[in-house]
């Protein structure tokens, strides 16, 4: 029987590395990986080996003839893009289409890089890991994270309910235990640290802050107390230790959420989710405390395009319908026909479902464009305008959440791209955008290179594509040699920041929370207190508990 992946795939293709026979599709060198939803197995070429079962970090690749929930669908959703994507290239035409690891025979003395990356979500340890984990080069890693916690999107992004896609950290965690590998965590770049300061001590710098902004909708009332971006409700019922202090106001029985990709589908679900199923996750205490006294009883879902062009993923949509309790309402109603999409075939399905009395609801409504945000003490609705007619319609609501994307913020000494919220580069490499010429020494990796786009393993082949640009400069002699060491560097941090901690410190912290929530029945009990993070760490170290 034929392996499967399913919802979630975080797409970074570790999977494509060692299928023997090239079923697993699209690849990184395939024009179309970038825009995937997720990646598919050829039914008619896979051999049934279980490499790519093997080596996947979320556990999403399964057997076909597996009884997990959706796996019939999964099937049918491989079987549909093969038929739409036909394949002509023959089995074991396999092709790595971008090593990790780049063997050197031959080669004694490899050149020594020292590199500082800023930042520790996916794109960071990404780069890391392609850094340390190859023959050709003799690579040092300082990473640094303002936070007393490392894990950037995976940690404060990935909703709760997901927490298979949150076991991509196994992969980090053994990044940071690879020999060459530093971690300051809770050290600032640009407060605790100058830029100038991390490039004397290194090769090169690569920046991978993600995105920390939103996009706005430019109406009236956006900003009335009852209004927020979904990315500050993300983090908050993550644990982001700069947004445990926010409030958001779920005593009406209403909510609207504008915008319909993943993330406005990920909150809209988190608000109608059964307390006791959200219980048994990693959200916030102080989350699931707010939630669990929460009256929202209906989600309505704006998009402003007709349902062809929801931004939301099929997997993420398909996760609306196993909801216990919750009924999933496309307005206005679907009809397709036999050649229409897996995504609109699965809305049409949702159309034709009967509600039940009593339960909540998730609207996605279609074809409305958000005109303004209702009050004036605090939100009391919203007004949207039918996208082709002009028709409007008010919805009474007490919270609005706006998830029409996130955007980068500008790096101090580099050139930034306000229309892209980018900053400016090629191929990762940091250059002006005037001349063209690169800044040497500076790179990017993940959302401040590319954008907001992609999912988590997308940045896997974006740090790829860095690191080789940064390695070409290291090879041309243009990257400036280390004026100080490493150990000078720890020293200047440990002297700035003296509850500054390490990789050991991180560890601690994990097996803290991991064993609260064996005690719990969750995966985690998470720290969100950078005060208590600290203090953890201290406990194991004088413990003598080895990091």
Not at 8 to 15: F, H, K, S
Not at 285 to 296: K, N, V, Y
Not at 361 to 381: D, S
Request: aromatic fraction near 6%.
């Amino acid at each position: 029987m034929p392996y499967v992946v399913t919802q979630n795939c975080c797409n970074d293709a570790t999977c494509v590395a060692v299928c023997p026979v090239d079923c697993i599709h699209p690849t990184p060198a395939e024009r179309e990986y970038t825009r995937t939803e997720m990646l598919y197995i050829d039914p008619g070429t896979c051999i049934d080996c279980g490499a790519c079962a093997d080596v996947c970090p979320v556990d999403a690749i399964v057997p076909g003839d597996s009884t997990g929930p959706d796996v019939d669908r999964y099937l049918e959703l491989n079987a549909d893009y093969f038929r739409r994507n036909p394949r002509d290239a023959p089995a074991g035409a396999h092709v790595q289409p971008l090593p990790v690891a780049i063997a050197t025979a031959g080669v004694t003395d490899p050149p020594r890089v020292r590199v500082a990356i800023v930042g520790s979500g996916p794109s960071a340890f990404y780069a890391a890991e392609e850094l340390l984990a190859r023959r050709d080069i003799d690579a040092e890693v300082t990473m640094f994270e303002r936070l007393p916690v490392a894990g950037g999107l995976v940690r404060f992004g990935v909703a709760p309910d997901h927490w298979h896609t949150k076991t991509v950290d196994r992969v980090f965690g053994r990044t940071a235990r690879r020999d060459g590998f530093t971690l300051h965590l809770g050290v600032e770049v640009g407060r605790d640290v100058t830029l100038d300061e991390v490039s004397a001590h290194h090769h090169a710098v690569i920046h991978a802050s993600g995105a920390s902004g939103d996009r706005r909708l430019g109406i009236a009332g956006e900003d009335l107390p009852g209004s927020h971006s979904a990315r500050e409700f993300v983090a908050w019922y993550n644990g982001h230790p700069d947004h445990v202090d926010r409030t958001f106001d779920l005593s009406d029985e209403r909510a609207v959420v504008v915008g319909n990709g993943n993330v406005a589908l990920d909150v809209a679900r988190i608000l109608v989710s059964d307390v006791e199923a959200l219980r048994r996750t990693d959200i916030a205490d102080h989350a699931l405390t707010a939630l669990a006294g929460s009256e929202i009883r209906e989600v309505v879902v704006l998009g402003r395009r007709g349902p062809e062009y929801a931004a939301c993923t099929t997997p993420e949509l398909m996760a609306l319908g196993s909801l216990p309790g919750v009924d999933v309402i496309v307005d206005p109603p679907v009809s397709t026909g036999p050649e229409a999409s897996a995504k609109l075939l699965l809305l049409e399905e949702y159309s034709r479902r009967v509600p039940v009395p009593g339960n909540k609801r998730i609207v996605l409504r279609f074809e409305a464009t958000p005109l303004e945000v209702i009050g004036t003490v605090r939100v009391r609705g919203l007004t949207a305008g039918h996208t082709g007619s002009g028709e409007r319609t008010e919805f009474d609501c007490g919270l609005v959440l706006r998830a029409v994307g996130y955007r980068g913020l500008p790096i101090d000494g580099l050139p930034f791209d306000p229309v892209s919220s980018t900053v400016v580069n090629v191929g990762g490499r940091v250059v002006d955008p005037a001349t063209g010429s690169p800044s040497l020494g500076h790179y990017v990796a993940g959302w401040i290179k590319r954008g907001a786009t992609g999912v988590i393993g997308t940045n896997r082949w974006c740090a790829v594509e860095t690191v080789g640009s940064l390695l070409d400069d290291l090879r041309g002699g243009l990257l400036p040699e280390p004026a100080g060491s490493g150990d000078d560097l720890t020293a200047l941090v440990r002297e700035r920041c003296p509850e500054a901690m390490d990789g050991a410190d991180w560890r601690a912290i994990d097996r803290w929370e991991r064993q609260e929530g064996r005690a719990a029945g969750r995966p985690r009990v998470k720290v969100v207190d950078a005060e208590a993070a600290v203090n953890i760490a201290r406990t194991a170290r004088l413990s003598g508990v080895p990091g």
